[in-house]
């Protein structure tokens, strides 16, 4: 049971600790570490492998977006349109190869 008199949890004046200290608002690039690597795959899943780097992509944006992240819906549906477009230069690409 506290008394009036004592000190709130986390400011202990007897011995000098400070409570932890929050970091400033705002995000950095530290924090959506997921969504940036989703728009890597996106960017990638133009030129090389669209299903696999694609399908990545989108389940990085989404598991960023779940995070908290605000770019992770975005880097999802880049990666979406990365899968479709890559998707669709193989097959140009292939058809005048061929």
């Known amino acids: 049971m506290t008394s009036p008199q004592d000190s709130p949890p986390g400011d202990d004046r007897r011995t000098g600790a400070q409570p932890p200290r929050r970091p400033p608002p705002g ?3 530290i924090d959506q570490v997921l969504s940036i690597v989703g728009f890597v795959c996106a960017a990638v899943s133009v030129l090389f492998s669209p299903i696999l780097f694609g ?5 990085l944006g989404i598991a960023g977006h779940a995070k908290g992240e605000p770019l ?13 477009v890559g998707t669709v230069l193989s097959f140009a690409l292939e058809s005048i190869v061929s």
């Open 72 to 84: 992770g819906k975005w880097a999802a549906a880049a990666a979406g349109a990365g899968m479709v």
């Open 27 to 29: 995000r950095r690039a």
């Open 55 to 59: 399908l990545a992509g989108i389940a």
